[in-house]
């Protein structure tokens, strides 16, 4: 008879974690749909296209690119896409980003950040989300991600993220690449610029760019030729912050093209 109810209890204890699991998954689903709608509501406010999913064109553009942000991880999603073109050609939009990683050794490694020149990975940001998969634990890195197209931009390919305190010290230690600026230590302190043509990076970071860039919290920036992507790491951005974040981008955009002194 006590094995019987036993066997009750952990069929009920079953149940409860089920039913639980579903809850969080609706819930999960409901937060994202809310998103999207909010997200859409906003890309026809300003005059953008909007597709639950980025479109193909776009999204094989930019892993064309070859762009290390979306060469991490597993599972990536490219969504809550909106997009559209400026009256002089150069095309803009934003989208959401994410990618798994497996707990233990290789979510260690996404906070640590780039131990070498070639490692992908950044250093991670607020709001990590965990999901359980049928006993598996795993994390995701999700990124609001503004991207820009423009022939006139020529940009030599680089990449440019938050400096980690301590670690990047010893990475630099042993060789691993940071573009400096003596007439701007702020900037140096805070981010770490690595790129295959130093001098050509230099013309595009020019005093104007930098001063800019120290005037806002730390981003998380790749280029190549007449592509850009801005991000920071792990955050998306709100529905309602969104218009500023677009200006936040053009404002990149105009900045690297024109290259004040």
């Given at each position: 008879?006590?094995?019987?109810?036993?066997?009750?209890?952990?069929?009920?204890?079953?149940?409860?974690?089920?039913?639980?699991?579903?809850?969080?998954?609706?819930?999960a689903d409901y937060l994202e749909k809310k998103r999207r709608?909010?997200?859409?509501?906003?890309?026809?406010?300003?005059?953008?296209?909007?597709?639950?999913?980025?479109?193909?064109?776009?999204?094989?553009?930019?892993?064309?690119?070859?762009?290390?942000?979306?060469?991490?991880?597993?599972?990536?999603?490219?969504?809550?896409?909106?997009?559209?073109r400026l009256i002089d050609g150069t095309e803009i939009g934003?989208?959401?980003?994410?990618?798994?990683?497996?707990?233990?050794?290789?979510?260690?490694r996404a906070r640590a950040g780039a131990p070498t020149p070639?490692?992908?990975?950044?250093?991670?940001?607020?709001?990590?989300?965990?999901?359980?998969?049928?006993?598996?634990?795993?994390?995701?890195?999700?990124?609001?991600?503004?991207?820009?197209?423009?022939?006139?931009?020529?940009?030599?390919?680089?990449?440019?993220?938050?400096?980690?305190?301590?670690?990047?010290?010893?990475?630099?230690?042993?060789?691993?690449?940071?573009?400096?600026?003596?007439?701007?230590?702020?900037?140096?302190?805070?981010?770490?610029?690595?790129?295959?043509?130093?001098?050509?990076?230099?013309?595009?970071?020019?005093?104007?760019?930098?001063?800019?860039?120290?005037?806002?919290?730390?981003?998380?920036?790749?280029?190549?030729?007449?592509?850009?992507?801005?991000?920071?790491?792990?955050?998306?951005?709100?529905?309602?912050?969104?218009?500023?974040?677009?200006?936040?981008?053009?404002?990149?955009?105009?900045?690297?093209?024109?290259?004040?002194?």
């Amino acid at each position: 008879m006590g094995w019987l109810i036993a066997l009750i209890i952990w069929v009920i204890w079953v149940l409860i974690l089920l039913g639980l699991l579903a809850l969080v998954v609706y819930l999960a689903d409901y937060l994202e749909k809310k998103r999207r709608e909010a997200l859409e509501q906003v890309a026809r406010s300003l005059g953008m296209s909007f597709s639950a999913e980025l479109p193909e064109g776009i999204r094989s553009r930019l892993l064309q690119a070859g762009f290390k942000l979306f060469e991490q991880g597993y599972d990536r999603r490219f969504y809550n896409s909106m997009s559209k073109r400026l009256i002089d050609g150069t095309e803009i939009g934003a989208f959401d980003y994410q990618y798994g990683y497996p707990s233990g050794r290789g979510k260690r490694r996404a906070r640590a950040g780039a131990p070498t020149p070639d490692d992908h990975r950044y250093p991670s940001g607020r709001g990590k989300s965990r999901r359980i998969v049928w006993g598996k634990s795993r994390g995701t890195h999700c990124q609001s991600v503004f991207w820009a197209y423009c022939e006139d931009l020529r940009l030599p390919h680089f990449r440019l993220h938050p400096e980690v305190p301590l670690f990047h010290d010893v990475a630099k230690a042993f060789g691993m690449q940071d573009i400096n600026f003596e007439n701007h230590p702020d900037f140096s302190r805070r981010y770490l610029l690595r790129g295959e043509d130093e001098a050509k990076i230099r013309l595009r970071f020019h005093p104007s760019f930098l001063n800019f860039l120290e005037q806002h919290p730390p981003c998380c920036a790749e280029g190549s030729g007449p592509q850009l992507i801005v991000w920071r790491d792990d955050q998306q951005v709100s529905p309602e912050k969104m218009a500023d974040w677009l200006r936040f981008g053009e404002e990149w955009v105009q900045r690297l093209r024109l290259r004040r002194v």
